[in-house]
């Protein structure tokens, strides 16, 4: 697989995420199934939904940086290192979701995992080519 492709495929999936945790701060999806059932009021689902929808949003434009969809604001130093974060975070995340509480975390498992290797492969692959 090759650089551009894992990059898109990481845009679908965060999309789906971002989508996801929409959907808690809508009350779609009940919060109390997630976040490892640690959250006690929709005040604390309020504040965990908007910074992972913020971080997600980040992590989409460091990707649209590193393919090359948009015009860089950080150097690709800056965005390689910050994608290294995320590869050791979704690493850690995976574990986490292993050992979670309910089942409807441990699917995500999955997920983290496949975020962890298509970043990796964003990494391993060099510049990516338009």
Known sequence: MNSKTAIKIMLWILTA?????????LKIIPYDITW???LKNDTEMYVFETVSILINLFLC????????YIRAFL?????????WI????FGLN???NIFAKTNFEKYFTLLTLAS???I???LRKGKTQR
């Open 86 to 89: 995320f590869v050791i975070i």
């Open 17 to 25: 995420v971002i989508l996801f945790h929409l959907s808690i701060i």
């Open 36 to 38: 490892g059932g640690r």
């Open 94 to 96: 995976t574990i986490g």
């Open 120 to 122: 990796w492969i964003t």
């Open 61 to 68: 434009f460091i990707l649209l940086i590193k393919g090359q």
């Open 75 to 83: 150097s690709m130093k800056v965005v390689n290192i910050t994608l």
């Open 116 to 118: 962890a290797i298509l």
